[in-house]
């Protein structure tokens, strides 16, 4: 029950958008014309990141030379450079990547991009520089040198492998890629809402993620993959779910990575991880699905007028876990994949030339 409780402002609408769309009553997310159950199971992050970015309206030039028999090749090479460049920008980041926090540090890093007004090369500058950046901080807490990125993996290996310093299995590579388009674009959340505000300001791009970045550290967005893990950890095994979840509960505390603001069934997110960590983790995976039908029986026996299912950092725990990050790196991982969304999005506010100016209703004395 990690959401916030509504403000009185829920469904109201504020753009037409191609991007994605989130069908709460029914469980579907359809991203860039596809249900995320078909496109995290079929394409990787770079495909995605395509699809969600010509969605969004990329300039036609670069769409025109990017399909090649269905895979986004010249993106897939515009990351690997883009990755290079932000390597190349480590010396300049100052004390960005001294930060305790992994998204403080991202987001004093991604603030030091030079932007070129371009948004389709911000984009692709940005969504690049993100895990490069998150890695090397990951390095540095531990005092590990940066491991160059390399130009022969995709977006996921070389993830993985800047941060663990080696390369990574395939059945690694393939959960991480199934997480990342997971998580490329989630409607009009917080931080969406957030680019697109600052973007319609007519400023760019580099800045409208940035101010993105801090409205998905705040815990009501970013949510608690790390705390879920902890939960699982100190649950143990399956025997105990019932009697632990009822002890948290009876101490007025929350069951981490269940309920979702939009969602009244269960996340369509949460499924798709649950089948792409399948073969890394079985024992983790068992646990934590006993401890979601556990607690999604006390939730209906004590909300039966709210239903509360698993979301998708249910099962981001489990999976970013078996993948080897650590949990201090989770929700800085979110933002991998969310940039590429944000990033669409940007390019699409760009196309309205509209400022977002929301109204207030005073409720102050009158002199």
């Given at each position: 029950m990690s959401e916030a409780k509504s403000s009185g402002l829920d469904g109201v609408v504020v753009a037409d958008t191609a991007i994605s769309?989130?069908?709460?009553?029914?469980?579907?997310?359809?991203?860039?014309?596809?249900?995320?159950?078909?496109?995290?199971?079929?394409?990787?992050?770079e495909s995605a990141a395509g699809q969600v970015l010509a969605a969004g309206g990329l300039s036609t030039q670069l769409q025109?030379?990017?399909?090649?028999?269905?895979?986004?090749a010249d993106i897939r090479a515009a990351l690997a450079r883009a990755r290079g460049a932000a390597w190349e920008c480590l010396p300049r980041l100052g004390d960005a990547l001294d930060a305790p926090d992994a998204m403080d540090a991202l987001r004093a890093a991604l603030a030091?991009?030079?932007?070129?007004?371009?948004?389709?090369?911000?984009?692709i500058l940005a969504i690049g520089a993100a895990p490069v950046f998150v890695a090397a901080w990951n390095r540095k807490r531990n005092n590990a040198s940066p491991i160059a990125p390399s130009p022969n993996l995709g977006h996921a290996a070389?993830?993985?492998?800047?941060?663990?310093?080696?390369?990574?299995?395939?059945?690694?590579?393939?959960?991480?890629?199934?997480?990342?388009?997971?998580?490329?674009?989630?409607?009009?959340?917080?931080?969406?809402?957030?680019?697109?505000?600052?973007?319609?300001?007519?400023?760019?791009?580099?800045?409208?993620?940035?101010?993105?970045?801090?409205?998905?550290k705040g815990p009501l967005h970013g949510g608690a993959p790390g705390p879920v893990l902890d939960m699982l950890d100190a649950i143990g095994e399956p025997a105990r779910a019932e009697a632990w979840l009822l002890g948290e509960l009876a101490a007025g505390r929350r069951i981490m990575g269940m309920g979702h603001r939009i969602y009244r069934v269960r996340d369509p997110r949460a499924a798709v991880l649950e089948?792409?960590?399948?073969?890394?983790?079985?024992?983790?995976?068992?646990?934590?699905?006993?401890?979601?039908l556990a607690a999604a029986k006390i939730l209906q026996e004590r909300r039966p007028d709210r239903p509360l299912a698993a979301n998708v950092e249910f099962y981001t725990a489990v999976l970013l876990d078996?993948?080897?990050?650590?949990?201090?790196?989770?929700?800085?991982?979110?933002?991998?994949?969310?940039?590429?969304?944000?990033?669409?999005?940007?390019?699409?506010?760009?196309?309205?030339?509209?400022?977002?100016?929301?109204?207030?209703?005073?409720?102050?004395?009158?002199?």
């Open positions: 769309h989130v069908d709460g009553e029914r469980g579907r997310l359809v991203i860039a014309g596809s249900d995320v159950e078909r496109l995290a199971g079929s394409t990787d992050f025109a030379r990017t399909t090649v028999g269905g895979i986004h030091h991009l030079r932007s070129t007004r371009d948004d389709t090369e911000d984009a070389d993830y993985l492998h800047m941060t663990l310093g080696h390369e990574p299995s395939r059945d690694a590579v393939r959960a991480l890629d199934a997480y990342l388009v997971t998580v490329i674009d989630h409607g009009m959340n917080a931080s969406t809402f957030t680019a697109r505000v600052v973007t319609s300001t007519a400023s760019d791009l580099i800045s409208a993620v940035v101010a993105a970045v801090g409205a998905l089948r792409a960590v399948k073969t890394l983790a079985s024992d983790r995976l068992a646990l934590a699905r006993a401890v979601e078996a993948v080897g990050l650590p949990r201090e790196q989770f929700s800085a991982t979110f933002a991998v994949g969310r940039v590429a969304g944000w990033s669409a999005h940007v390019i699409e506010q760009r196309r309205t030339g509209r400022l977002i100016r929301p109204d207030s209703r005073y409720i102050g004395p009158m002199p």
